[in-house]
């Protein structure tokens, strides 16, 4: 990719349209994110992509908790993804050295579907979100270049998080969930989502809420004679 082309960076290329939901805002649910990434992987960036995806995501209702997939946790109670860094995300200081090709040219991140469902796997392909980020990125110090970078990470990966909560493969005109960012939505001081889409989200809170008071009453025992 041209270092000066701020061409339109396609994310996951679906197409089914978003309805609009109930906009009341419920309780919070919590999300939990299983991260794989790269032993090379920078811890700035990283750090930052955790910090700026709390906003976004706590403004669709879920609370994200991180876990490393190596590690015993306790299980799950609310929403499971999970989520790979396809390569390092990062650009050092000084200049950018260009990696191996990838598979999409254009993708920044991928989420899995599977006979038409959306499944909670998602990747971030870091190679091509170096190159997308390193000509604007490469002059900036040190940690005003990580925390630009890790807002970014963020963003894309709120994108996909979008896909795999809402469990739709469609896409709206406008903020994270739209089909294809620049350079300057990744870069930008604000940028969210459609208040359409929180109300997408939020709904899919209650409806989880719904699922978990149904399992209770399910699992209670017979009352005898």
């Known amino acids: ?26 309780p919070s649910q919590e999300l939990v994110v299983y991260l794989k990434s790269d032993a090379k992987q920078p811890a700035g960036p990283l750090e930052w992509m955790k910090r700026e995806l709390t906003p976004l995501m706590a403004s669709a209702g879920y609370r994200v908790e991180w876990r490393d997939p190596q590690t015993a946790n306790a299980p799950a109670v609310g929403a499971l993804v999970v989520v790979e860094l396809h390569g390092a995300c990062g650009v050092p200081s000084g200049g950018f050295t ?22 909670p796997f998602a990747t971030v392909n870091c190679p091509n979100l170096n190159r997308t980020l390193a000509p604007a990125l490469a002059p900036e110090a040190g940690a005003r270049r990580d925390f630009l970078y890790g807002r970014a990470m963020a963003r894309v990966l709120a994108h996909e998080l979008y896909h795999m909560i809402v469990s739709t493969r469609g896409h709206t005109g406008d903020g994270v969930s739209k089909p294809c960012f620049t350079t300057g939505d990744l870069l930008t001081e604000r940028f969210e989502f459609e208040p359409a889409v929180l109300a997408k989200f939020r709904q899919s809170v209650l409806d989880r809420a719904t699922e978990a008071t149904t399992d209770v009453s399910g699992d209670s025992p017979a009352t005898g004679r």
Do not use: K
Not at 5 to 15: H, R
Not at 102 to 111: E, F, G
């Open 98 to 119: 260009a990696e191996s090709p990838t598979d999409s040219v254009n993708s920044l991140a991928s989420t899995s579907v599977s006979e038409g469902r959306v499944l």
């Open 1 to 26: 990719m041209s270092a000066r082309l701020l061409a339109l960076l396609c994310l996951l290329n679906l197409g089914v349209p978003v309805s609009l939901a109930d906009s009341t805002s419920p």
